[in-house]
């Protein structure tokens, strides 16, 4: 008999694998990284460029990035993943709308 494959959202999936904090983090990380180069046509900020753009400090978004890594532990940066899900979507990188996009895949909201 074959096994059922439980489908979830992928930040319900790392809260429980990670807990509450990581996760949060870690997908914060990975929606601005992809704003970043959805802005900037392309180019991969690092987590000192993204800090600097943003209201958060140095430590933290370097906090994200650990916490991103965590999550991921087999992707460098945020790129694959993030293509993955525009993809899904059917939105090209150069779309202003990439946070909505990932926002969606993340936070799916629960059934009535």
């Keep these: 008999m ?3 494959v439980r489908r979830e959202a992928i930040g319900v999936r790392l809260v429980r694998l990670h807990g509450w904090g990581t996760a949060t983090r870690g997908l914060s990380f990975l ?3 992809t704003m970043w ?3 900037h046509d392309g180019e991969a900020p690092s987590a ?3 800090a600097s753009g943003s209201d958060r400090s140095r430590a933290t978004m370097f906090r994200s990035q650990q916490a991103f890594r965590k999550c991921f532990p087999n992707e460098v940066n945020p790129d694959r993943i993030a293509r993955v899900l525009l993809k899904r979507r059917g939105i ?3 779309t202003a709308a990439t946070v909505f996009v990932l926002s969606a ?3 799916e909201p629960a059934a009535a």
């Design 2 to 4: 074959a096994r059922k």
């Design 31 to 33: 929606c601005m990284w």
């Design 37 to 39: 180069v959805a802005a």
């Design 48 to 50: 000192e460029v993204l």
């Design 92 to 94: 090209d990188f150069s």
């Design 105 to 107: 895949d993340v936070f």
